[in-house]
């Protein structure tokens, strides 16, 4: 929208109110049922900071405290309505979706995390996206395979 059609001070806070959209992965959105809760949360959230911004007298200071939120409020709701809610593993003799696997690599790091859903992602909380390269690497396989990974040999140590 052009900025002589607004009540905007400049183009500079126009901008500032058009943020663009969050990407939305190609992939399955695959989650958790911690995940699905985390995501719900999320998404009450936003929405009520957007809420909260739309409180603000001033146009120009609202567009800029709501943009962010309602962007969020977007991609989260989008989320939610394409989230697959996949029940944890109940054998543990495959990596799966879900599973907690824990690996050996060549240079005697040992390492621990559970595969879930891209938007519950966080390795340094100790859980990676089933799309991300390890766990690709890692589903189907057993206690005791080796998988190479950049020039790298990984033993998986257990599965839970």
């Given at each position: ?145 080796v998988i190479e ?8 140590v257990s599965i839970?």
């Amino acid at each position: 929208m052009s900025v002589a059609f607004t009540k905007e001070d400049s183009a500079e806070t126009a901008s500032e109110t058009l943020l663009p959209d969050r990407p939305i992965s190609p992939h399955r959105n695959l989650v958790t049922a911690a995940g699905m809760k985390a995501l719900d949360a999320q998404l009450k959230q936003a929405q009520e900071v957007y809420e909260i911004s739309q409180r603000i007298e001033d146009v120009n200071e609202r567009r800029r405290q709501s943009a962010a939120p309602l962007r969020d409020v977007r991609y989260l709701t989008a989320r939610v309505r394409t989230a697959q809610v996949v029940p944890d593993p109940t054998a543990f003799d495959t990596v799966g979706f879900g599973s907690t696997v824990t690996f050996s690599r060549d240079d005697g790091r040992v390492q621990t995390y559970r595969i879930v859903g891209e938007d519950e992602a966080d390795p340094k909380k100790g859980t990676i996206s089933f799309v991300s390269p390890i766990a690709r690497l890692l589903m189907g396989k057993s206690v005791g395979d080796v998988i190479e990974m950049s020039g790298q040999e990984i033993q998986i140590v257990s599965i839970s």
